[in-house]
C-alpha cells in the first residue's frame, strides 16, 4: 500500500512538473550566497530537487531560467517570502550531471527582471515577471564616472598578485557603462548582499557610483598590503627568507589585529605534555629542543607539520614502565586450560617462562618462538599468555614485509614518515610492557630496501633492545620489559642469526580425539553464536564430528574443521529462520547432503594393492602427509624414469635406492641380468606439486624390492628414513609431524630410523599407544618388516596380469 502511494505521488510531481506553463511566466531557480549579473557566465550547482527539476524543465523546452539569491542562505527549503525580488534571466549554456549524482548549470546572464507574482501548480518555483531593459543615458557625468571605474578596475587588476592578462583586456575594451559595472561587480572581492544591492540598482549613475565606492574600499586594502610588504622587505634585506615571510606575517597580523593566541595555547600544551611523559632526559631535552624549533617556526612553514607530529609521537609513546600486576601460576594454568586443549607440552613450557617471570621480574627472559602446522593455535596462544600476565596484547604481521624501514622506521626527512611497526605496535598498546606477538615472522622477505630480519636482530636480542634507535624517532627506546613471542609455520626460511635469539616452541597437529574434544569446546559454541544460533536450537553429535575430521578434513589444525562446522551450522540456520520448530538433530548421515561427497578417502589400501607401491611420509609446512612411492618396469635399457616434480635430493635417493637393490639383488632372489633388460619408472603421485627431500629414501627402496621380487608392501605401513650406499638408515626430521599424519590416514604400522628414537617423546601419547613402532637400522629390516609373504605362483600370475594393466 505504501509503495502503491509513493507510485502515485511520484506520478503527481511528474504530472505538475510537465504541466504547461504561462507564456509570459518564468522559471525560477533560487540560488545561495551568489548573485548572477547580465553579460556573464557562472557555474551553479543544484543541490535541491525542486532546481534539478526547474532546470530539466527548462532545457526540456529550450527557454531561460531566473537566477534569484536567496535572503537568507541557511534556509533549505525556501519559500516565495524568502526570495530577493529582483533577479537576473539566464540562458542555460550546459547542463552537467557529475558522477557522483550532482548536477550543475552554467548559465549566462541576459537582463534583470523583477518578480510580480509567484505562481502554483509546479514542484518549482515560477513567477510572472517584469524585465527590466538595460537603459544607455547618454551625460558627461555618466562619462566620467564610465571612465574612473574602468581607471579603479585597471588599477585594482595590476594591484592583484596573479591577475589574468585577459580580463585586463577585457575591461580595456568594454563600451558600456552598465556592462561594466556588472562586470567588475561579478569579480570584485564583495559580499553577497553588497552584489544583490549592486543587482537591484537599476539606475546607471547609480550603480556606477555603488560599485565605485566598494571597489575603492578594496584597492585602498591592496595598497596597504603592498606597502606592508615593501616596509617589511626593506627592514629585512639582510635576513633569510623564513624570518621574511615570518616578519610580513607579523606586519599583517598587526594590521589587522590579530594576535597569535592559537599558537600560543598550542605550544603550552606541548610543553605540558612533556613534562607529563616521564621521558628519559636524553629524550625530553631533544623533545624540548625540537619544541624551541616550533615556537620559532611560522605554521605556514612545511616543516611545521612535520615537528608537531614528531613532538605528538614523542609524548604519546609509553615511556614510563606501569607497575606490573603479580602473576599467579594458578590462574595462568587456569587460563591456558580454558582456552586450549592438549599441547601439554607447550602448556607446560608456558607456565615455566610465566613462572620465571614471576620470580625475577627484571630478568632477561627468552624470546619465545612457536612453530607449527596452520591452525592449531599459535596466535591464540599468545593472546593467553597476555591474560595470564595481565598484560596489553598487540600484534605485528610480518608476513610480506620485506623493508627494513618496516621494523626501524622512515628518516623524518622523508615526506609521509612515521616510525616502525614495533613503535607503533608500543603506541597502539599504550604500555611498554606489552605482549607483542611477531605473526609470520618466517615469512619475512628482503629486498632492495634492506633485510627486515636483521634489522628484528636487534629488537629480539635482550642485550640490545634496551637502547633499540627508531629511525624516525632518532632517540633510544627500551623495549627490554616487552614481551615477544614470535610466530612461524617452518623455521627453514628464518635466518641462523634471528632464529639462534629465540626459544623454539613446536606445536604439533592434533589427533582425531583432539580435534573432536576441540570442536566440541570451541568451534561449535563459537560457530554457534557467530551463525544467531541458540545451543538449544541445533544438536550436533558426536559422530558426526567425526565423520567430518576423518573423511571432510585433512589438516593438522582445525582450521577447516571449524569452516566445514560453520557449514553445517549455516544449514540449521537457514531451517530455523524459515520457521523449523527445534531443536535440530545433525547426526552423521545428513552431512552428505549438507555438505556433498566426503573429498577425502583412504587410498592406503588401494595403493597399495600391487607390487611396486610403498607409504612414504612427508613433513609440509602445514604439517605431515603420506607421501606414495609407485615403482614400475618395462623392456628396456636399463634406465631410472624419475617423475613427479622431484627435486635433486629426492632424485639421488631414487638412484641410491636402485643401486642397493642392485648390490643386493641375490639376497632377494632377483636375476641380476633384468636390470640390463629392463627400464625402471619411479613416479611419485601429486606431480603438480614440487617434492624434495632425502625422507623418501626408505620408501623408495622398498618399492624397488617390492617391484623386482614381486611381492606387496604392507597397506598398514607407512615408513621414513634417510639411506646410504652401505644400507644403513639414517635419521631424518619433522619425526612428530609424520607420525601424527600417519595416524590420521589410518596407518596402523610405522618404521622409522633407530637413530630418530630420541624423538620418540615427542610424539603425542594418544599416538603412541595407537601404533606400532619398527626401528630400522640398515634397509634388510626394512624389507623384512615390511614386505609380505611370498605369493603363490598362482597368485604371483595374477599380481603380474594386474600390474601389467594398471
Known amino acids: 500500500m505504501a509503495d502503491q502511494q509513493a507510485d502515485a505521488a511520484g506520478a503527481e510531481t511528474l504530472d505538475k512538473a510537465s504541466a504547461p506553463l504561462p507564456p509570459d511566466a518564468l522559471i525560477i531557480v533560487p540560488v545561495r550566497g551568489m548573485a548572477l549579473f547580465p553579460g556573464t557566465v557562472l557555474p551553479i550547482a543544484l543541490a535541491r530537487p525542486r532546481s534539478v527539476l526547474a532546470a530539466q524543465r527548462a532545457i526540456r523546452e529550450q527557454k531561460p531560467v531566473g537566477i534569484v539569491m536567496q535572503r537568507n542562505a541557511e534556509v533549505e527549503d525556501p519559500l516565495p517570502v524568502d526570495l530577493h525580488r529582483m533577479g537576473t534571466v539566464a540562458n542555460i549554456v550546459r547542463y552537467i550531471t557529475a558522477p557522483d549524482g550532482t548536477h550543475h548549470l552554467v548559465c549566462q546572464g541576459d537582463q534583470r527582471f523583477r518578480v510580480v507574482e509567484y505562481l502554483n501548480g509546479w514542484p518549482f518555483f515560477v513567477a510572472e515577471t517584469v524585465r527590466i531593459p538595460e537603459s544607455t543615458p547618454s551625460s558627461d557625468e555618466i562619462e566620467a564616472r564610465f571612465v574612473h571605474l574602468k581607471r579603479q578596475a585597471i588599477e585594482a587588476i595590476q594591484l592583484l598578485p596573479q591577475a589574468p592578462n585577459e580580463l585586463l583586456a577585457t575591461i580595456e575594451g568594454m563600451t558600456s557603462p552598465g556592462a561594466l559595472a556588472d562586470l567588475v561587480a561579478t569579480f570584485m572581492d564583495a559580499t553577497p548582499d553588497e552584489k544583490q544591492e549592486i543587482l537591484e540598482t537599476v539606475d546607471i549613475g547609480a550603480r556606477i557610483q555603488r560599485v565605485s565606492r566598494l571597489l575603492a574600499h578594496r584597492i585602498e586594502i591592496l595598497r596597504l598590503s603592498q606597502e606592508i610588504g615593501r616596509e617589511t622587505k626593506a627592514s629585512l634585506d639582510a635576513r633569510n627568507r623564513e624570518v621574511l615571510l615570518r616578519e610580513q606575517m607579523a606586519a599583517i597580523q598587526r594590521q589587522l589585529g590579530d594576535t597569535d593566541e592559537g599558537k600560543t595555547a598550542e605550544i603550552a600544551e606541548l610543553e605540558k605534555a612533556i613534562s607529563n611523559a616521564q621521558m628519559p632526559k636524553e629524550v625530553e631535552d631533544q623533545a624540548r629542543k625540537e619544541l624551541r624549533r616550533l615556537q620559532r617556526m611560522p605554521e605556514a612553514a612545511g616543516e611545521y607539520g612535520m615537528v608537531r607530529t614528531y613532538l605528538d609521537w614523542l609524548v604519546e609513546l609509553p615511556w614510563a614502565l606501569p607497575e606490573e600486576a603479580p602473576i599467579d601460576i594458578a590462574t595462568a594454568r587456569r587460563i591456558l586450560d580454558e582456552d586450549h586443549f592438549g599441547l601439554e607440552k607447550v602448556k607446560r613450557r608456558i607456565i615455566e617462562y610465566l613462572a620465571v617471570r614471576k620470580l625475577a621480574p627484571g630478568g632477561k627472559a627468552p624470546i619465545l618462538c612457536f612453530v607449527g602446522p596452520p591452525g592449531v593455535g599459535k596466535t591464540s596462544l599468545g593472546q593467553s599468555i597476555a591474560r595470564a600476565m595481565n598484560r596489553k596484547f598487540v600484534r605485528v604481521s610480518l608476513g610480506g614485509v620485506h623493508d627494513e624501514a618496516e621494523i626501524r622506521g622512515h628518516r623524518r626527512t622523508y615526506i609521509g614518515a612515521l616510525p616502525g611497526n614495533i613503535i607503533q605496535a608500543i603506541r597502539k598498546a599504550g604500555a611498554r610492557n606489552c605482549v607483542m606477538m611477531l605473526d609470520e615472522i618466517d615469512k619475512l622477505g628482503a629486498g632492495i630496501q634492506g633485510d627486515p630480519s636483521s634489522a628484528l636482530l636487534e629488537v629480539l636480542d635482550p642485550e640490545q633492545n634496551n637502547t633499540f634507535r627508531d629511525n624516525y624517532l632518532a632517540v633510544p627506546f627500551d623495549l627490554s620489559r616487552v614481551v615477544f613471542i614470535a610466530t612461524a609455520n617452518m623455521l627453514d626460511t628464518i635466518p641462523g642469526p634471528l632464529r639462534d635469539r629465540m626459544e623454539i616452541i613446536s ?224 635419521p631424518v626430521g619433522g619425526i612428530k609431524e609424520k607420525v601424527v599424519a600417519a595416524h590420521r590416514a589410518g596407518i596402523r604400522r610405522v618404521m622409522l630410523p633407530a637413530r630418530n628414537r630420541k624423538d620418540f617423546e615427542d610424539i603425542p601419547e594418544e599416538v603412541r599407544q595407537q601404533l606400532t613402532f619398527v626401528w630400522l637400522e640398515r634397509v634388510d629390516e626394512a624389507a623384512a618388516a615390511a614386505l609380505e609373504p611370498q605369493p603363490s605362483s598362482e597368485g604371483a600370475a595374477t599380481s603380474q596380469s594386474v600390474m601389467r594393466s594398471g
Open 507 to 730: 606445536l604439533p597437529g592434533y589427533t582425531a580425539s583432539e580435534k573432536l574434544q576441540i570442536a566440541r569446546r570451541y568451534l561449535v559454541p563459537r560457530q554457534l553464536e557467530a551463525n544467531g544460533l541458540k545451543p538449544d536450537q541445533v544438536k550436533i553429535d558426536d559422530e558426526a564430528l567425526r565423520t567430518i575430521i576423518q573423511h571432510y578434513t585433512r589438516e593438522a589444525g582445525v582450521r577447516n574443521l571449524e569452516r566445514e562446522i560453520g557449514r553445517v551450522l549455516r544449514q540449521a540456520a537457514m531451517r530455523v529462520a524459515e520457521g523449523e520448530k527445534g531443536p535440530i538433530a545433525i547426526t552423521a548421515g545428513d552431512l552428505a547432503g549438507i555438505l556433498g561427497p566426503p573429498p577425502f578417502e583412504d587410498e592406503v589400501a588401494m595403493r597399495t594393492s600391487v607390487p611396486g607401491v610403498a607409504t612414504g611420509l612427508a613433513w609440509t609446512p602445514v604439517g605431515g602427509d603420506i607421501l606414495f612411492i609407485e615403482a614400475t618396469a618395462t623392456p628396456g635399457g636399463g634406465r631410472l624414469i624419475l617423475t613427479g616434480q622431484l627435486g635433486e635430493v629426492m632424485r639421488e635417493s631414487a638412484q641410491a635406492a636402485l643401486s642397493i637393490v642392485k648390490n643386493r639383488a641375490a639376497a632377494y632372489g632377483i636375476d641380476p641380468a633384468r636390470f640390463e633388460k629392463t627400464d625402471i619408472h619411479i613416479h611419485v603421485p601429486a606431480g603438480a606439486t614440487p617434492k624434495d627431500g632425502p625422507s623418501a629414501g626408505v620408501a623408495m627402496f622398498m618399492a624397488l624390492v617390492s617391484l623386482m621380487t614381486n611381492r606387496n608392501v604392507r597397506n598398514d605401513t607407512a615408513m621414513t628414513g634417510e639411506i646410504s650406499l652401505r644400507g644403513l638408515v639414517l
